[in-house]
């Protein structure tokens, strides 16, 4: 099992930008895909984005393609989301999660392994 612990959200206006960080620990597996998920009040967790174990891989939801970028630097243990052009339909709370593979992640949330708690970005004027 992999521990993930979220940074980064915060309050941001529309058209701001803001980075989340998954930093992911633990020795019981060194072969993982990450995925970034969200979940606003009243609707069902939903994917953002999956990078694969060497990073080479991405994937987008179409509400966030050309906005947000995924990336990872396994060297330092972390993933990061950036987060550009914010939208107030962006607001949910953030979720990074690890999975066996991108495939799994492209799955949806049911297809990842383990979670961190979350973080909350809320975007409003």
């Known amino acids: 099992q992999l521990q993930l612990v979220e940074s980064g959200g915060g309050l941001v206006q529309p058209g701001g930008s803001l980075r989340l960080s998954c930093a992911v620990s633990?020795?019981?597996?060194?072969?993982?895909?990450i995925g970034w998920f969200r979940q606003a009040p009243g609707k069902e967790r939903e994917g953002v984005s999956c990078?694969?174990?060497?990073?080479?891989?991405?994937n987008y939801a179409d509400s966030v393609k050309g906005r947000f970028s995924i990336s990872r630097d396994k060297a330092k243990n972390t993933v990061y989301l950036q987060m550009n052009s914010l939208k107030p339909e962006d607001t949910a709370i953030y979720y990074c999660?690890?999975?066996?593979?991108?495939?799994?992640?492209?799955?949806?949330?049911?297809?990842?392994?383990?979670w961190g708690k979350g973080t909350l970005v809320t975007v409003s004027s």
């Open positions: 633990g020795f019981t597996r060194d072969y993982y895909a």
């Open positions: 999660a690890a999975g066996p593979t991108i495939s799994a992640c492209y799955s949806g949330p049911a297809g990842m392994d383990d």
């Open positions: 990078i694969s174990n060497g990073g080479s891989v991405t």
